[in-house]
């Protein structure tokens, strides 16, 4: 074998190494994800509405879980009752009621587990309720709810992809090795960098957009959504878990996958009330 392709073959071999074992695992697993969100999420609000609760209870379920080592089934049940009945209330335009039904749901789960973590099962229907409510909101806006969506998903994917790619292909300085061993400074300052770059383009492409508004819009979204994803390496840390679970291949749990959705939801969400309660999605992406 030549020289040069004993180097090829190293080279290849290094990347091979630096994406992981698992990296054609978790490409599958996330093209099909990814194919799965487009279709319900192109297919209207009801369809959305469906995605959303199935992943919201998947996600409460294992919420519930890490924190109850399978010992809280009774708040387990309430933490999905109540955010599945907050989504749907959302999709049926009570947004206002379906914000009001997740602290009940959350003092609810407070009780039935008072000295099992009982703080952390309150905070789960929160973390699992507040984005499923902001999903179907933001979607429900007859302007611009659908490119909305689009857009947060898109930035959402680029930051956790730029992330991964910069921090494996790159290395160097870990962001917070106590926390998040994997997490590299090249990581989230390329995520960031991608996430700014690509909304930038979004605004180029939408009609009436300001690319400089959705690129400041991108870089704090990518910010935020890196923050949840730290936000569940520290619950996941906090119970001694790797995964919230093993349902997605490569992956680990559907927690693990949308920590960082889950924050950019929340984000959006909260800019969009505090912006155009009528309009959120326009406000979001055009300013009030």
């Known amino acids: 074998m030549s020289e040069q392709h004993q180097a090829g073959d190293r080279a290849a071999s290094d990347l091979r190494s630096r994406l992981g074992s698992d990296f054609t695992t978790r490409l599958v697993s996330g093209l099909l994800m990814g194919l799965t969100a487009a279709f319900f999420t192109f297919a209207g609000l ?18 519930g879980r890490l924190v109850h080592a399978g010992a809280g089934d009774a708040v387990i049940a309430v933490q ?47 973390y699992a309720g507040l984005p499923a409510v902001a999903l179907i909101w933001l979607r429900s806006d007859a302007t611009l709810g659908l490119i909305a969506i689009v857009f947060l998903i898109l930035i959402v994917v680029v930051s956790d992809t730029a992330g991964f790619l910069f921090g494996r292909l790159i290395g160097g300085a870990r962001f917070w090795p106590s926390l998040s061993p994997n997490k590299t400074w090249a990581g989230v300052l390329g995520a960031l960098a991608a996430s700014t770059l690509v909304a930038a383009a979004f605004g180029l492409v939408l009609a009436d957009a300001s690319p400089l508004r959705l690129a400041g819009i991108g870089c704090l979204l990518s910010l935020v959504a890196q923050g949840g994803d730290l936000f569940e390496s520290a619950v996941k840390r906090r119970f001694g878990a790797k995964d919230a679970s093993t349902l997605i291949p490569g992956h680990g ?3 693990d996958r949308v920590d960082g959705l889950a924050a950019v939801a929340s984000a959006a969400g ?13 406000a979001l992406l055009m300013g009030s």
């Open 46 to 63: 009801i369809p959305f509405t469906i995605l959303v609760v199935a992943v919201t209870v998947v996600l409460s379920w294992e919420w």
């Open 80 to 126: 999905i009752v109540t955010v599945a009945l907050a989504a749907v209330l959302a999709a049926l335009e009570k947004v206002g009621l379906g914000l009001v039904i997740l602290p009940i749901g959350a003092i609810l789960a407070l009780l039935l587990s008072l000295g099992n973590n009982s703080m952390f099962s309150a905070l789960g229907v929160f």
């Open 253 to 255: 749990g559907v927690m």
């Open 270 to 282: 909260l800019l969009g009330f505090c912006s155009n309660v009528y309009a959120p999605a326009y």
